[in-house]
Nanobody, 120 residues
Framework: HLVESGGGLVQPGGSLRLSCVIS????????VAWFRQAPGKEYEGISC????????DWLDSIKGRFAISRDNAKNTIYLQMNSLTPDDTAVYYC???????????????WGKGTLVTVSS
């Protein structure tokens, strides 16, 4: 239902844009968020975007560097990530729910994730 792409290896200070294609008809009308999980750490909610484009950033460390957006005509959610640091290394997940929540246990539909590695 949710398929992420765009991860990879990037040097510190670099940029990546993650994409999430939504194939399920119902999920196209849901709020969508990006979460991440670094090795050995818990899930972190990054940002959420509503069906109509309202945005909420949950994670202080990404403010001013990451931006969530969506193109409803393409059924795609994006996460533009700039000024990446090694601390951003994680598996990034696209997650959908009728109402966004930064608690991962409250979010119902998860993609399989895409790995982002920030290293020189």
């Amino acid at each position: 239902h949710l398929v992420e792409s765009g991860g990879g290896l990037v040097q510190p200070g670099g940029s990546l844009r993650l994409s999430c294609v939504i194939s399920d008809v119902l999920l196209k009308f849901y709020d969508v968020a990006w979460f991440r999980q670094a090795p050995g750490k818990e899930y972190e909610g990054i940002s959420c975007i509503s069906e109509h484009g309202g945005r909420t950033d949950w994670l202080d460390s990404i403010k001013g560097r990451f931006a969530i957006s969506r193109d409803n005509a393409k059924n795609t959610i994006y996460l533009q990530m700039n000024s990446l640091t090694p601390d951003d290394t994680a598996v990034y997940y696209c997650v959908a729910d009728p109402t966004c929540n930064s608690d991962p246990n409250a979010m119902d539909y998860w993609g399989k994730g895409t790995l982002v590695t920030v290293s020189s």
